[in-house]
Structure formats: structure tokens, C-alpha cells
């Protein structure tokens, strides 16, 4: 029984690290793009992402003329974004 419990766990850290690893580098996509820093990556920013620029309508989801961090990381998990 204890070892089928630590299987588990050693899967979930697994898992975790997988994903704070593709969280990192998410986020360091998006400070790349954010060229002035200021949280957001503009229309114009995103010129230097041509997935991202050809998408723009569908991830600004809420049309505000900016992707945030959270539009962004659901744009990089998207399968057609890779």
C-alpha cells in the first residue's frame, strides 16, 4: 500500500514540475512580448508573434484591445497555437 501511495506522489510532483515548467516558459513568451512592460501585450507588440498576430480577434477574448497574462497562457495551451 505505501508504495503504490509513493508512486502517486512521485507522479503529481512530476506532474507539477511539467507543468510549472511550461508556466515558466509561458511567461517568459509574454514578458518577451510585453516589450513596455506594462502587463499587457498590444495589437503592435504582438506583430512579433505571427500565431499570435493572426489570432489576435480570437485571444483578446474580452476585446479590449490587449492580451493579459491569462489570454496568453490559454492562447499557448491551445492546440492550434503550437
Known sequence: MKTM???KGVVAL???GFFAVANAAD???FTKLDVNADGYIS???STADEALYKD???VDANADGQVDAAEFSAFEA???AK
Open 5 to 7: 501511495t509513493i508512486k
Open 14 to 16: 512530476a506532474a507539477a
Open 43 to 45: 495589437a503592435e507588440e
Open 56 to 58: 489576435w480577434a480570437k
Open 27 to 29: 511567461e517568459g513568451t
Open 78 to 80: 491551445a492546440p492550434a
